[in-house]
């Protein structure tokens, strides 16, 4: 239980930290109910069950009656995680020491997993690159999340396909009938305009909680970074090394993803999803709430 | 006498180790292929990975830098190349095989002076138009030998004209004062009078100075200088007749320069300019006023033979022309270097 361990451990530090009680009521519900609550009473149909029929009310009303609930729906949340080998790089972190995206990604899709078995709520996995893609069935249990956190990290390797969102999104519309809570985990550094069909597409099926995660970068002088050589995952080709601390190129990279991140903004809230964009493992927890904050306003306007 | 041709300055160069040339050459193309090899396909062992890096190329500040990187880089190649052809060249070793034609001026001059008292002011004439000859001689040789009762070498033959010159001045500065009792006269001929009653000896003289050219086997062009006014006094070896007799068989010339008190000895003089005569030479009585004009002509004359000889060939490394290359590659490389630095420290982001 490695990766939850971490995740429990970051969380119980946080919810210290800021509001106690954090874990409860995260997400709104799919549907409103209560469990095993009554509702109403309505005429036998042929093929009801027999054990439904509520004797008494259909003596007092001279008809055969049977009792209708609200069937407790535990609701699925469906982590959807890009392993693309995009994913195996470095994560920006300022000045900190570099994260890799994937153990960042792993985090993001713990986290959101943990408050949903926490919640009783079933988490299910689909993940994939450009080449395959690939779902795993919904469960309860944090064992199974576990299971869930490892397949992400053994999946997003240096030697996994191209990252493919669109691809494996397409994969989760045609394999995923249910209504779930679809948590997307990737690294796009904008919606083009298929990403944009497909999560229309879904977002008529699903609650989409869009989260993505930034890169390193590779202007930054190499002693602030890292001072290993780097190199481009997408190209596999060096970054060279003359690149790096380079005052104008910074500027223009700077100024490049921020108008990208703006961009891909815009466009989701005009897709009406909500995004967040992780930067760090703390910063991970409190954009997640505010993901899940977002998304509950989201519902009741 | 024909001319001799030399095969004048054949310089043939050529490489001592053409074999090295050909494996350092060989060696710096295989470094380069294999340092390609490794860049174009370099194992990302210990490398960070970055994703979305192609956004940077889009940017007008990288082509820039990749611009300057291909300058740079190529600049530094090409550098590199040069320092290390001319290493190569270097490591070679260009060799240059000289042939040194050895054409010499092949006339040996001995003067022959009579240092008996009578015949100083003499001598000091001779020796001050000597002085001027050998100012202006080339390749030939000369040597000093006086004598009266034997003979004694002030100088050998030789081509040494600083040590002529000097020597030429300190047999003047004897002869200078024209006075036999001088310290200066008695110190420059001592060992020429090893018997009171033998002085003067002109056949002694003059074969002791034929005796002196040496490289006999050579065709020289030899003659002495013969300066004497024939009165010897005492019995030695060699009789004048003698003397010139051993010198013309010797195929030495001797030209004679008689002292003007030999006029006064009608015997004497006739025998002097017989035998100066019979070697071939020129003889020359001097006038009162003790000028020596006529020598100096005769000596000029005197046919200067070139003797052939084997030129010297000597194999002399060439270094210049791998040094040259190696400092201008090198220091192109540093000039290189400096101004990638100096681009570097000024793009540099100061955070």
Redesign the interface.
């Known amino acids: 239980m490695t990766y939850l361990q971490k995740i429990r451990t970051r969380l119980t530090i946080h919810a210290h930290r800021k509001v106690l009680g954090l874990l409860e009521g995260e997400y709104a519900a799919v549907q409103i109910g209560r469990g095993m609550d009554f509702n109403d009473l309505r005429e036998y149909v042929r093929g009801d069950d027999v054990k439904d029929i509520d004797w008494k009310a259909s003596a007092r009303g001279r008809q055969l009656l049977v009792k209708r609930y609200v069937a407790e729906r535990k609701h699925t949340v469906l982590l959807c995680v890009s392993t693309g080998?995009?994913?195996?790089?470095?994560n920006q972190v300022g000045t900190r020491s570099?994260v890799s995206?994937r153990d960042l990604s792993v985090f993001v899709a713990g986290l959101i997993g943990y408050l949903a078995v926490r919640h009783g709520d079933l988490v299910s996995l689909v993940y994939g690159d450009a080449d395959q893609q690939h779902i795993r069935p919904r469960e309860s249990t944090e064992l199974h999340l576990e299971r869930l956190l490892s397949t992400i990290h053994a999946a997003t390797t240096?030697r996994s396909g191209p990252?493919d969102l669109v691809a494996l999104l397409h994969y989760t519309a045609r394999v995923v009938r249910r209504r779930t809570i679809l948590a997307i985990v990737s690294?796009e550094?904008s919606v083009s305009d298929e990403l944009a069909d497909v999560l229309r597409r879904l977002a008529a099926q699903h609650e989409i909680l869009f989260v993505t995660i930034g890169?390193?970068d590779?202007?930054a002088?190499a002693d602030?970074?890292?001072d290993?050589?780097?190199?481009?995952?997408?190209?596999g080709t060096?970054?060279?090394g003359?690149?790096r601390?380079?005052?104008?190129?910074?500027r223009?990279?700077a100024a490049?993803?921020g108008s990208?991140e703006a961009g891909l903004r815009r466009r989701l809230d005009q897709l009406g999803i909500v995004h967040e964009r992780v930067r760090d493992t703390d910063a991970a927890i409190t954009a997640v709430f505010r993901l899940l904050e977002r998304h509950r306003h989201a519902r009741r306007r | 006498m024909a001319p001799l041709t030399l095969p004048l300055a054949a310089d043939d160069r050529h490489l001592h180790w053409p074999w090295l040339v050909v494996a350092l050459a060989v060696l710096v193309v295989v470094l380069m292929v294999v340092w390609a090899i490794g860049w174009s396909r370099r194992t990302p062992a210990s490398a960070a990975y970055v994703a979305h890096a192609a956004r940077l190329r889009s940017l007008p500040r990288f082509r820039a830098l990749v611009r300057r990187r291909v300058v740079l880089g190529v600049a530094l190649t090409l550098t590199a190349l040069v320092a290390c052809t001319g290493a190569v060249i270097l490591a070679g070793r260009i060799q240059e095989t000289k042939r040194i034609p050895q054409s010499e001026s092949s006339r040996d001059i001995m003067l022959c002076l009579d240092s008996s008292g009578s015949m100083i002011t003499i001598d000091y004439e001779v020796l001050k138009q000597f002085e001027q000859i050998v100012a202006g001689l080339k390749g030939d040789r000369v040597g000093l030998t006086i004598w009266s009762g034997t003979a004694v070498t002030v100088f050998p033959l030789t081509d040494d004209y600083d040590f002529v010159q000097q020597q030429l001045r300190a047999a003047e500065a004897a002869f200078a004062t024209g006075d036999t009792f001088s310290d200066a006269y008695d110190k420059f001929t001592e060992g020429t009078i090893v018997n009171q009653k033998v002085q003067s000896q002109v056949g002694d003289g003059l074969a002791s100075c034929a005796q002196r050219f040496d490289r006999s086997s050579q065709h020289r062009s030899r003659s002495i200088v013969l300066a004497t006014d024939n009165q010897p006094y005492g019995r030695g070896v060699f009789t004048f007749d003698q003397a010139a007799a051993y010198t013309k068989s010797r195929h030495i010339v001797v030209h004679g320069i008689a002292a003007p008190t030999t006029s006064a000895r009608p015997l004497a003089l006739a025998e002097f300019k017989r035998d100066v005569l019979l070697t071939g030479g020129t003889f020359s009585l001097l006038g009162a006023d003790g000028s020596v004009p006529t020598v100096v002509d005769s000596i000029e004359r005197t046919e200067a033979r070139r003797i052939q000889k084997p030129p010297i060939i000597q194999v002399v490394d060439e270094p210049h022309l791998g040094t040259v290359v190696v400092g201008i590659g090198v220091g192109l490389l540093v000039v290189v270097w400096l101004v990638e630095g100096l681009l570097f420290l000024k793009d540099r982001d100061p955070a």
Do not use: F, H
């Open positions: 080998r995009s994913m195996a790089a470095l570099p995206k240096e990252a690294d550094v890169d390193a590779p202007t002088a602030s970074l890292t290993r050589p780097l190199y481009d995952i997408d190209a060096p970054i060279p003359w690149l601390g380079d005052r104008r190129l910074r223009e990279y490049l993803v990208e």
